[in-house]
Every structure is written in C-alpha cells, then in structure tokens.
C-alpha cells in the first residue's frame, strides 16, 4: 500500500499536523502538544480493539486524534480544564473525522477512571509548579493544586485492575503508583511505558 494511505501526510510530521490550528496555539505545540511521532508510539502500547484510553489533561487533542486516526477500533477520550483548548480540539476532531474520539470539557477530578482501561499522560500539572511553563492565565495554578492532581491521578490509577497500562511523557516517577511496572521506554526514557501489576 502507498505510504500516504497508511500514514498521510497529516500524520507524518508536526510542522503538517498542527496546521489543523491557529497560529498562537501553533506556537505553544513545542512545548506542550504530544508530537506525532510520540502519540504513534504511545498509542500502539495503549491501544487494543473496544478498549477506552483517556488522555489525562488533553489540550488541543493532538495524542487523542493520532491515536485514534491510526486505532480506529479503540476509543480515545481527553479531558481538558481550558475551554479554548477543548474547543480547538472538537474543531480538529470534526476536521479529520473521527468516530472514535471524543473530548470532554472538565477538571479530570471530575471524572470517574472506572470508565476507562488505559491512561496517556503528559506531565499536564508542572505548570504549577514551574511558571515559566504556563500555557495561559485561563487557570488557577498553584503548589497545592500540583499536589491535589498528582494524588487524585496517582489514587484514581493505583485502583486499577492489573494489566492497566499507562504511558507517561516527561512525567516523573513519583507520580506512578509502584502497582505498576515499567515495561518499556523510549526517546532517552522520556516516554515510559507501565503495566499495572
Ligand atoms: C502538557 S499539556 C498536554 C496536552 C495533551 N495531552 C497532548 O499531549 O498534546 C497538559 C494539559 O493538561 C491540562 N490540565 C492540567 N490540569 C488539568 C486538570 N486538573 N483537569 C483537566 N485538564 C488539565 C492543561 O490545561 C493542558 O492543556
């Protein structure tokens, strides 16, 4: 089969992909979209015929839409507290057509994880922490609540099942239970992969 129909363009390179966005949210993909290449890696781990992943603080959607254009029978879902956010990863999911991904417009600690098999996890609190790394100021951010989110995932994911699987991108360790087992990692371990034991 022609390259382009297994992986077109769109879905070859960054520069492509987040052409589906406007300039100022262009500029901020560097440093807190997924890049593609890391969304088609994660999301092979992750993905697994009527299994449901989330992708936990889902920004402009860019994890769940890759993932889901190349795993049509898996069911993506993201969280995003930033309505504009949300709002510009609706009109991208709506560009490239996708049955199979969705995004919800909350904070994830209002979410229940029962509802879901598999998590994608990209360092979404350090903003808080590290204001140099803010996205806007749409948000509250704070020490606190770098806490408060960091025990809400790290609790929500130790209640797992065993065989969950988890993919951080540039998390740090503390914030996976040891109930889980790295299995995998690439990209100089930025990109780990978990199996819940
Ligand atoms: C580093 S970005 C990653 C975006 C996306 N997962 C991706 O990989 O392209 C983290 C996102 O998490 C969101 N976020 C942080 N805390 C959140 C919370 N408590 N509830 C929902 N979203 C949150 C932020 O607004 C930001 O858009």
Redesign the pocket.
């Known amino acids: 089969m022609h390259n382009d129909i297994v992986n077109p363009p769109l879905f070859s390179k960054d520069a492509a992909f987040d052409l589906l966005y406007p300039d100022h949210i262009k500029e901020l993909s560097q440093m ?3 890049p593609v290449n890391i969304a088609k890696e994660a999301g092979e781990f992750l993905a697994a015929p009527g299994a449901r992943v989330l ?1 936990i ?7 769940c839409i890759v993932a889901g254009f190349l795993h049509p029978e898996t069911t993506f879902c ?5 309505r504009e ?1 949300f709002t510009f990863a609706e009109i991208a999911k709506e560009e490239v057509s996708l049955p199979n991904v969705s995004f919800i417009h ?4 209002e979410l229940n994880f029962k509802d879901y098999d598999h998590f ?1 996890f ?5 903003e808080n922490i590290e204001p140099g790394s803010r ?1 806007d100021y749409s ?1 509250r951010t704070s020490f606190q609540l770098y806490d408060y ?1 960091s025990r809400f995932v790290f609790k929500m994911l130790d209640e797992k099942p065993a065989g969950t699987r988890l993919v951080t ?1 540039h998390g740090t360790e503390r914030q996976v239970p040891p109930s889980y087992q790295l299995v995998d990692n690439s990209y100089s371990s930025v990109l780990k992969m978990w199996l819940k034991k």
């Open positions: 807190h979209w997924t992708d603080g889902s920004g402009v959607g860019k994890f993201g969280i995003e507290q930033r956010l909350g904070n994830l600690t994608y990209y360092n979404a609190f350090y996205i948000v989110y991108f």
